[in-house]
């Protein structure tokens, strides 16, 4: 099979010298690969031209919604994506993480970009900041996507997922990108772009595909592209180096393979449920994908006591591990993605023997279950034991990218915390601690030389998602020799395709420009209640001012009666005038509830429900005597996706200000209502 590049709307098969790809299991050939002869330029520039101005049309609504149809198609399809993956030597569990993990991703991100994004094409980046006196000069932050195009280059250990985790935020930002995975297993990248491709549900130039060398890609990059990178740590700084990068300011997020630890506390003996755990996570770390992980296990480690039954434990549990062709039944590790990392990994081990020695597998000699032992990839689990980790330098400088770890003691507290920074930064760690104190101290210990720390006990084991396993909604990323950069994170990863713009100017005009209503702002006030005006009939800046109401001595004892709440600044005359109130007040809840009793319209109308109230803030008390009043406008209208046999609706946030007799701010807060929109829109 000759895999194609994706360029400019169409698949390019690359001419010149190919490179052949082999199967991890059998050395087979399975593909071949060459990208000589496309555009690259000509790539750029057609998403530059076609692809970003269709995306940056869209609401982040409706991108997420593009992700979620994504999502569904390739979900219908991933049997046959199993099938394909099984050439890069994964088992059934590898590629579940690789295919599964990264269609959810998508799924994810598009929940995530319809819960917390507007359904605006760009994004306002907190709240208004005042700049003058008068009020009639302000400040506030938007984010909207960059106009050039993400050139993401991929790593091999995972063909889906790396590539997937990384369009979502892409995508939703608005931006398109350019993927070029790494060649090795490209095959199975190649295959879910098809798809993708052929369904039809992304703008056209949205997405393109480099099967092979990037070519001269790199040098037609602007300061308005993006550049990630996921891979070795030394290819990544080449890259980040480059003239072109350097010169055009260009924003380069590299995720690099690092020396991760996990710990085990020293409460955890033998017998203990965290000590199982721990031994349980390290194996499994070991020989799911063949330990080829960014985020695996490279370094144990273990209180002094506790070497001896770890490694006993280790040794037993990895005993269990088949080697050999996952389509065979019992088979539990496949083998590397090809001979070349095999090749790799002997000589990382070889430089680490130089500090350690093996207490688990061996280079050769090793059984596997089926597969081909000259021409496949296959590799055993290897445990290694360094027993001066503070004296030697090479288990926390050189990594072994397959089914390796390294066992090291440690003698207390400070010696563990000196061994995991010693690893100069990672993408993530674990403690397995039945002691929260203890763990709390390992965290601020270590937190600023890691992306992620996972800490465990037997109460969240069950429902733990492992120590290797990044999540959308969690940074994945690290500083040091993980690269410095930060992928995912939740919607956090989006604004990386965004830039962040400062705005000035009068409330009124920043309005009209963000669609979002700012006090001091122009107030439209007319004789129609806005609780009787349909979605599409009301416009941001409408306005109610509510008559007025006096509180009474009554209302607050009522209020105590039918609440509960008898708290002493309310019901006790005494001890209110010592209070740092210096007399009774009312209730908090009182006033709000009072609030929306001057400004809820009775009658039945467009308003179905009021379901939320956000950032209410007492900021003067209310006492017996002092008349309230609301200033209530409409802040911002979101429409909402409803299906066919709903209620067409939209959600509106009003501002409330509620003000006493000497036009003082009392209570200020925001309510979101569901507003009917007419039918026929």
């Not at 959810?104 to 005042?130: C, H, M, Q, W």
């Not at 700049?131 to 302000?138: E, M, Q, R």
């Not at 080697?323 to 070889?350: F, H, K, W, Y």
């Not at 908090?588 to 009021?610: D, E, I, K, Q, T």
Request: aromatic content about 8%; charged content about 25%.
């Amino acid at each position: 099979m000759r895999l194609k590049s994706y360029a400019k709307g169409q698949w390019v098969d690359g001419g010149g010298k190919v490179t052949e790809l082999f199967h991890a299991v059998t050395g087979d050939k399975v593909a071949e690969s060459n990208s000589d002869g496309v555009d690259f330029q000509g790539m750029l520039e057609y998403a530059r031209r076609t692809g970003g101005p269709a995306l940056r049309k869209l609401t982040f609504h409706r991108r997420s919604l593009l992700l979620k149809e994504v999502a569904k198609y390739l979900t219908e399809r991933k049997d046959e994506l199993y099938r394909v993956s099984a050439a890069t030597g994964a088992t059934k569990s590898d590629a579940w993480v690789d295919i599964d993990g990264g269609i959810a991703t998508f799924f994810v991100y598009s929940s995530k970009g319809r819960r917390e994004l507007p359904n605006e094409p760009f994004y306002i980046d907190g709240g208004v900041e005042p700049l003058s006196k008068g009020g009639t000069f302000v400040g506030r932050h938007i984010a909207v996507p960059l106009e050039g195009t993400a050139v993401h280059i991929n790593a091999f250990n995972f063909p889906c997922w790396g590539m997937l985790e990384k369009l979502a935020p892409t995508f939703l930002a608005g931006m398109p990108a350019i993927v070029k995975p790494a060649t090795v297993t490209s095959y199975l990248t190649e295959r879910v772009v098809r798809m993708m491709i052929e369904s039809r549900i992304l703008p056209e130039g949205a997405l393109q595909l480099i099967c092979g060398g990037v070519g001269d890609l790199l040098e037609h990059l602007t300061c308005q592209d993006v550049v990630t990178f996921t891979g070795s740590a030394a290819t990544g700084r080449k890259l980040k180096s480059l003239p072109v990068i350097i010169d055009n300011s260009i924003r380069f997020n590299m995720e690099a393979d690092s020396l991760n630890f996990c710990l085990l506390g020293p409460e955890s003996a033998p017998g203990t449920e965290e000590f199982d755990l721990f031994v349980k996570e390290v194996a499994r770390e070991m020989t799911l994908k063949a330990g080829q992980r960014c985020t695996a296990i490279r370094r144990a480690l273990v209180p002094a006591a506790l070497v001896e039954p770890v490694v006993e434990a280790l040794k037993k549990r990895l005993a269990g591990s088949t080697l050999g062709d996952p389509t065979i039944e019992g088979v539990r590790m496949g083998p590397l993605a090809s001979r070349g990392q095999v090749a790799e990994v002997r000589n990382s081990v070889g430089q680490l023997g130089h500090a350690t020695e093996t207490v688990f597998g061996q280079l050769d000699g090793f059984e596997i279950k089926g597969g081909n032992r000259e021409k496949g990839a296959f590799f055993a689990p290897m445990l290694l034991h360094c027993d001066q980790p503070l004296r030697k330098s090479e288990p926390h400088n050189i990594e072994a990218f397959g089914p390796v770890s390294t066992v090291m003691p440690y003698q207390n507290l400070d010696d563990a915390i000196e061994l995991i920074k010693l690893g100069k930064g990672s993408l993530c760690g674990s403690v397995f601690t039945g002691d929260d104190r203890f763990g709390r101290n390992v965290v601020f210990g270590a937190a600023a030389w890691h992306g992620r720390i996972m800490v465990v006990n037997r109460f969240s084991a069950k429902e733990s998602t492992g120590h290797g396993s990044p999540m959308p909604h969690l940074v994945h990323g690290g500083p040091g020799r993980a690269g410095g950069g930060e992928e995912m994170g939740g919607i956090r990863s989006v604004f990386h395709y965004m830039q962040r713009t400062a705005l000035q100017g009068s409330p009124t005009t920043l309005t009209r420009i963000t669609n979002e209503w700012s006090r001091g702002a122009e107030q439209k006030i007319d004789a129609l209640h806005p609780f009787r005006k349909y979605f599409e009939e009301l416009e941001v800046g409408d306005a109610l001012i509510t008559h007025r109401r006096t509180v009474t001595e009554a209302d607050i004892v009522n209020f105590a009666n039918i609440s509960g709440d008898y708290f002493y600044a309310h019901v006790d005359e005494i001890a209110a005038k010592e209070s740092l109130f210096e007399k009774r007040v009312a209730h908090g809840y009182f006033v709000v509830s009072a609030a929306a009793g001057l400004f809820v319209h009775p009658a039945v109308g467009p308003v179905l429900a009021n379901y939320g109230l956000e950032n209410l803030r007492f900021v003067k008390p209310v006492g017996i005597g002092d008349t309230l009043q609301v200033r209530f406008t409409c802040k911002k209208k979101t429409a909402k996706d409803t299906p066919p046999e709903s209620i067409p609706q939209g959600i509106v946030e009003w501002d409330v200000e509620v003000i006493n007799q000497n036009l003082e701010p009392v209570a200020v807060y925001s309510i979101l209502t569901l507003v009917r929109r007419r039918a026929e829109n």
